[in-house]
């Protein structure tokens, strides 16, 4: 059974206790490790700051609204929707799609046997970690973790529900209210931050209503935002981090 290290990435604790995975191999030559998926002052807090609010907002003004998510890693975007949703009295059917791509399979079939109590098909260290975002996920709720875990399942019936790398050629199944960026930086992940990749992207996925967060503020991402229609609002970053970037069109 395969763990984290024979995938490529290693637990990190960040200052919140929330785990997060850290790249074993770094694209610079010079670093000794490559990027970590969160901010190492807690993951599940920059989670909750940068994606947070914009799916509390999309949640309480559009009906049935469709999520989409790039970059699954382990999962807590998806969460914080089964946990903004639930906690509005919302079931997992008045969401109306949540699509996320993911482009390591193993992050994507972890998860996927986490979600569907796959116990034997797991190792006890995987599982554990993913037990640890739900109960940051919960954590300061009078939700059951477990219900996340239900709202969640009802969203990925089967393995193939979670979508395999965003590539340029994309075609996107649907259109989206809300758009959750949070892939690798652009050291990592060069074309994902690319201007005419991010306005296709924009132009074919957003819904005539939609957010668009990341933590990121690049420049490519702000003009490809207006230049598809969207009002660019510079966040504040996660403790002190570079600001964040929220896209917001024509939201009631
Ligand atoms: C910053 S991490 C995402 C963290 C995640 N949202 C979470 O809640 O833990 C970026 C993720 O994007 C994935 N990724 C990288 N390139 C991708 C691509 N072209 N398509 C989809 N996912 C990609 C990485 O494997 C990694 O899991």
Not at 39 to 57: F, M, N
Not at 135 to 164: C, E, M, W, Y
Not at 179 to 207: H, M, N, Q, V
Request: aromatic share 8%; net charge negative.
């Amino acid at each position: 059974m395969k763990s984290w290290s024979d995938i490529g990435f290693e637990i990190e604790i960040t200052g919140d206790q929330s785990p997060s995975l850290r790249l074993l191999q770094a694209v610079d030559p010079l670093k000794d490790r490559g990027e970590s998926m969160h901010h190492s002052g807690g993951a599940c807090a920059e989670t909750l700051l940068i994606y947070g609010e914009p799916i509390r907002k999309i949640l309480e003004n559009i009906e049935r609204p469709h999520f989409l998510i790039v970059g699954l890693g382990l999962g807590y975007i998806e969460l914080v929707i089964a946990r903004e949703a639930l906690l509005q009295g919302k079931s997992a059917g008045q969401v109306g799609l949540i699509t996320s791509y993911e482009s390591v399979p193993e992050l994507r079939e972890f998860f996927f046997k986490w979600l569907h109590e796959d116990v034997a098909g797991l190792s006890e260290e995987v599982s554990q970690v993913y037990d640890l975002v739900l109960a940051h996920v919960s954590k300061g709720t009078n939700l059951l973790p477990q219900d996340l875990k239900t709202f969640l399942r009802t969203h990925f019936k089967s393995l193939n529900d979670i979508r395999q790398e965003l590539s340029s050629s994309v075609s996107l199944e649907s259109k989206y209210h809300g758009i959750l960026y949070d892939a690798f930086s652009s050291k990592t992940s060069p074309f994902l931050w690319e201007e005419e990749f991010l306005a296709k992207l924009l132009r074919e996925g957003a819904e005539e209503h939609c957010l668009v967060s990341t933590y990121a503020c690049k420049g490519s991402l702000k003009r490809a935002l207006k230049s598809e229609g969207f009002e660019v609002v510079v966040r504040e970053g996660f403790q002190g981090k570079r600001n964040s970037t929220l896209g917001v069109k024509k939201l009631p």
